[in-house]
């Protein structure tokens, strides 16, 4: 009786994990087509025909201090911050 009692606790706590897991995923869907649904702002491409006009030196020492990284790093590290900031007992 003892192990007939385990598998169906087992079997729920299986199921109540695959449940998580399945909703978790929904929801991470639906925030990636959220996102993907955000259209590109103005100014990026303002910013590329920007970068298209430096000189070959600029790009060079650009490139060598790998500055597009760099900005990434940056721009990620504000975003991740300002997501921070928005969530309650945290920021």
């Known amino acids: 009786m003892a192990e007939m009692i385990n598998k ?7 199921f ?3 449940l998580f897991q399945t ?7 639906g925030l990636a087509a959220v996102i993907a649904a ?3 702002p103005d100014f990026v491409y303002q910013a590329q025909s920007a970068f298209g006009s430096l000189s070959g030196n600029v790009l060079f020492f650009a ?6 990284e760099g900005v990434a790093m ?3 590290a ?3 911050r300002f ?3 928005r969530i309650p007992l945290i920021g």
């Not at 169906?8 to 299986?14: A, F, G, H, I």
Request: glycine content about 6%.
């Open 8 to 14: 169906v606790l087992e079997w729920l706590k299986d």
């Open 16 to 18: 109540f994990a695959w």
């Open 23 to 29: 909703i978790w995923a929904q929801i991470l869907e």
């Open 38 to 40: 955000i259209p590109v």
């Open 63 to 68: 490139q060598k201090f790998a500055f597009g």
């Open 74 to 76: 940056v721009l990620a």
């Open 78 to 80: 504000y975003g991740i």
């Open 83 to 85: 997501l921070i900031r």
